[in-house]
């Protein structure tokens, strides 16, 4: 009977081996491991390609922005030029109902008397033609028997009220324009002689007193509109409000001043490239204040100089045929302060050249072209005398006597000369820009010859030397000076003042400011900058 349970050994043994062929299996989790870790690095692959693809997306996304962008600011311009031609033809627009207003008390004083002459009835009908006002008059006899008559009371309002402009009905659209015209022009040269200021003696308190500082209120940067580099800022003279700048894009950008802000604002552009795609070197008003003088280079027989009517509505640029200068850049133009309208033209061919209005055409003379050595960067006349001072890279301060037609001072100084300011209230006054670090600014007085009155200057942490594009500018009452620098800041002397130093700069831009000019009947002041922003700021 011991046989059953020596069977049942082997049963357990069979059961132990195949438990642990069981206990080995668990090498399956191995496998899945390796699949999740594949899983992994594949899911990683997407991922990663899908961050390419949404980085596509968005540098796609941001090329249409900035191609919306730049659609969007020609729109604004194109609006902004759209607004300024509505604004033109409403200013042309409501002159004309202006002159009626003050005509119709005429006819009603007129009309009474039409009754009247019933009594005379063969003699009157010769007298109305000659009086212009009774022609109106044989028209009220037939209206009482001919039913014609009716057409000819319709114009009655239209002659009485238009009688001071035209004569001629039918010659009214070639004849009137051109007496407003004249009008206006002669208008314009008398308001010159008006607005200019009395001579004031400011020698006695120059170099006297402690600086007196100006409290400027901040100041709003405008994008100006250029692609390239700014180079030149003026006002116009006959409304300060007007402001132009050039740059060498060679485009020439007319803008105003708001005065809530202060702000300025775009009023349009004008492309004054020369025949040889040259970009204006400086600009000029018309004392007038409706033309834009430019003036270019004399190499390769390019045009010198140019004009442009800013205020009308087509904006011509004409090129004058005249091309006295020899070679270089032309590098400076001036109107006078003469009641003659006439500019001069500096140029690196030494020349300076005098431009006069000879019966609505321009003509050049040469004022001299070897008193300088080299190239002549400024001229500027005295409003006192027809004598015009020229400054130069040869160091030199030359003054011209035109109405005897000889030179009346030289001065030589210790640096080249930029550019010459005479002073808009004491007329022996006149300043000069030098390139000497520290003594950038020199002040002269015509009776003292050869004498520095004062000198001013600064120290630029930027660059010591000193650009031929960074100018000067007076204040209306003759006090102050304010210059830009290579740094961005514009500096500002007042003459009273002992030191050589700033009495202030302020800060303006962010990189090298160029210009800064003062508004002659607001308390502003305009600058440009190598950041091609325009500046407004408020003291």
């Not at 390796?34 to 997407?46: G, M, P, T, V, W």
């Not at 003054?399 to 004491?426: H, Q």
């Not at 210059?483 to 302020?506: E, K, L």
Request: hydrophobic share 30%; net charge positive.
């Amino acid at each position: 009977m011991a046989a059953p349970p020596a069977l049942k050994r082997p049963k357990l043994e069979k059961d132990d081996s195949h438990s642990t062929v069981d206990d080995a299996a668990p090498a399956p989790p191995v496998s899945s491991a390796s699949a999740d870790d594949d899983e992994e690095a594949i899911a990683e692959e997407a991922a990663l390609a899908l961050v390419a693809h949404r980085q596509r997306d968005v540098e796609r996304c941001k090329l249409k922005l900035l191609h919306y962008q730049s659609l969007l600011d020609t729109a604004e311009t194109k609006l902004a030029e759209a607004q300024s031609r509505l604004d033109r033809c409403r200013d042309r627009s409501n002159p004309p109902p202006r002159q009626p207003e003050p005509n119709p008390p005429p006819p009603v004083k007129r009309e009474p008397k039409s009754p009247p002459p019933p009594i005379q009835r063969d003699r009157k009908p010769s007298p109305p033609p000659q009086k212009k006002a009774p022609a109106p008059q044989p028209a009220a006899r037939p209206s009482l028997v001919i039913p014609g008559p009716s057409n000819r009371p319709a114009p009655r309002p239209e002659p009485m009220p238009g009688l001071k402009k035209t004569a001629a009905p039918s010659s009214s659209s070639s004849s009137a324009p051109s007496p407003p015209e004249r009008s206006r022009k002669e208008d314009k040269r008398p308001k010159r002689k008006i607005e200019e200021k009395e001579h004031q003696n400011l020698i006695p308190s120059v170099k006297k007193s402690t600086a007196t500082v100006l409290k400027f209120q901040g100041g709003t940067l405008v994008c100006s509109q250029h692609k390239r580099k700014l180079r030149c800022l003026e006002l116009c003279p006959a409304n300060d409000q007007l402001v132009v700048t050039s740059a060498l894009d060679g485009l020439v950008t007319l803008w105003q001043v708001e005065p809530r802000g202060p702000s300025i604002s775009f009023r349009g552009k004008t492309d004054c490239f020369s025949p040889k795609h040259r970009w204006p070197e400086d600009i000029a008003w018309h004392p007038d204040g409706d033309t834009i003088f430019a003036v270019y280079t004399a190499d390769n027989g390019d045009s010198q100089v140019s004009m442009t009517n800013l205020i009308s509505g087509q904006r011509k640029v004409t090129f004058l045929p005249e091309k006295p200068h020899t070679k270089g850049i032309i590098n400076n133009i001036s109107f006078m302060p003469w009641s003659d309208v006439c500019f001069v033209t500096a140029g690196s061919d030494h020349a300076v050249i005098l431009w006069e209005d000879k019966d609505g055409s321009w003509k050049h003379k040469r004022v001299h072209k070897d008193f300088h050595s080299s190239a002549v960067m400024g001229v500027a006349g005295l409003q006192q005398k027809k004598t015009i001072i020229s400054v130069g890279c040869d160091k030199r301060i030359l003054g011209f006597d035109l109405s005897a037609g000889r030179t009346e001072f030289k001065n030589l100084i210790d640096s080249k000369c930029m550019s010459v300011l005479a002073n808009p209230c004491d007329f022996n006054l006149y300043m000069v820009q030098t390139g000497a670090p520290g003594r950038q600014l020199r002040l002269f007085d015509i009776r003292l010859r050869q004498t520095e009155v004062h000198a001013f200057g600064w120290k630029q942490e930027s660059s010591e030397s000193q650009s031929a594009l960074i100018n000067q500018s007076w204040s209306p009452d003759g006090w102050y000076v304010s210059s830009g620098s290579a740094d961005p800041v514009i500096h500002i002397f007042d003459i009273r003042y002992h030191g050589q130093n700033p009495c202030q700069s302020v800060q303006a831009h962010q990189k090298r400011v160029f210009k800064a000019v003062w508004h002659q009947t607001s308390p502003y002041m305009t600058s440009i900058s190598s950041d091609l922003n325009i500046g407004i700021h408020k003291y």
